[in-house]
């Protein structure tokens, strides 16, 4: 059964009035951790084996010479043959008598079933537990439904590869990186054939996953992940907050497109089918006209959220857009946590964060105020399920 609500104020009362911040090891956890340092907070990562030297050595924090700042954001890492390991029943004890609560992020409900999620990890987690399934598009109910419910506009679906009939992008995993893309485009159902063959020879998709694939008309325009924040702490009327915008760089996509198209078409033609990995983000800001839109969005997705699962959005989550030529949005993803760019702004804040919190505000230390808070004033329940 899910963590109820009364578990889970029966499991914070044991909790320190400072406790622990914990997150796995992938994704977004240099953010997580430098964000709770900042506010004082322990940090915890859980790691992979022969994933945790970043975490475990680069970034672990150690202790200058006296009169030297200190050094890293990594108090701890606990390290597991896999991922999945982190959910069995030992280790949530072990999480519970840590006094961690744990962030979660996309690599989180990636590499641990979402039903032992929802319905077996009795660690509270900061911000909705049931929203994380939203993300499979593969579900019935998904983001695209509760974008739907909200009156956010999305890309048109195409109903199957025979009704391509204009420049669609196909969504689907990555036949063996799980995390990753197996996304391509066509524009024509031959060429949906054609590059999805190539594609599962090469290995990059699987047939089962292109049964179930989403097809839908590829927006043109630029792309702007735009990273919110919700409190549940304070009014509902300045409860939204915007942190800050990124961009994604993706693999091998982004060095295709910086070829002259006659170089392009000298490539094999397997290198002319780009891979939609992303490898990294970059910080980007929105004209100044945008926001209020920008905004509406934000609140529209809040309200659907809160009303279809309540309690709703608890703490950060990122709409991805794409922005057309009058700077309207087209909502194509969501992440109902913390999105994967926000690393570049960790230390340094998000530029509308700063502006609003007067002073370095990331997403992952905008999360540690927010537990700061709550431990302080006894609302440790009101942000975590």
């Known amino acids: 059964m899910p963590l109820a609500v009364t578990e889970a104020r029966s499991l914070l009362a044991a909790y320190p009035l400072a406790p622990v911040v914990a997150t796995v090891g992938s994704h977004s956890a240099l953010d997580i951790a430098d964000g709770a340092a900042s506010e004082g907070l322990g940090t915890l990562v859980l790691a992979e084996a022969g994933r945790d030297a970043p975490y475990a050595r680069y970034f672990r924090t150690t202790n200058g010479p006296p009169g030297f700042p200190r050094r890293g954001c990594v108090d701890e890492v606990w390290t597991y043959p896999k991922f999945l390991s982190l959910a069995a029943p030992a280790e949530q004890e072990r999480l519970r008598r840590k006094g961690a609560l744990l962030v979660p992020n996309r690599a989180f ?17 900061v911000g909705s537990r049931a929203l994380l399934r939203i993300e499979e598009r593969s579900e019935r109910e998904n983001y695209y439904t509760l974008l739907e419910r909200a009156g956010i506009p999305t890309p048109h679906r195409v109903p199957g ?57 590829y927006v043109l325009g630029p792309v702007f992940n735009f990273n919110f924040f919700f409190s549940p702490l304070v009014p509902r009327a300045d409860g939204l907050e915007l942190l800050g915008v990124d961009e994604r760089r993706e693999s091998d996509l982004d060095g295709l497109v910086r070829l002259p198209a006659a170089q ?17 983000h970059g910080t980007v800001t929105v004209r100044e006209s945008i926001l209020e839109e920008v905004f509406r969005l934000g609140e529209k997705f809040v309200d659907a959220a809160r009303a279809r699962y309540p309690p709703g959005i608890l703490g950060p989550f990122c709409l991805q857009t794409c922005l057309d030529r009058d700077g309207h949005a087209t909502v194509f993803d969501v992440a109902a946590r913390i999105g994967g760019g926000t690393n570049v702004h960790l230390a340094l804040g998000h530029p509308y964060g700063n502006a609003l919190w007067r002073t370095p505000m990331s997403t992952g230390r905008r999360i540690a105020v927010e537990i700061r808070r709550a431990a302080a004033e006894g609302r440790l329940p009101e942000i975590v399920t």
């Open 161 to 217: 590869p025979e009704a391509i009939d204009r420049l669609a992008i196909v969504k689907l995993p990555h036949a063996t990186r799980r995390l990753e893309r197996g996304f391509f485009t066509a524009a024509s159902p031959s060429e949906f054939r054609t590059k999805s063959e190539r594609l599962i020879a090469r290995g990059t998709i699987a047939a089962e996953d292109l049964a179930g694939a989403r097809i839908e008309e």
């Open 109 to 125: 409900s990636s590499y641990v079933p979402l039903a032992t999620i929802e319905d077996d990890f009795r660690v509270p987690i």
């Open 264 to 280: 392009q078409l000298e490539l094999s033609e397997s290198a002319r089918i780009p891979v939609y990995t992303v490898v990294g």
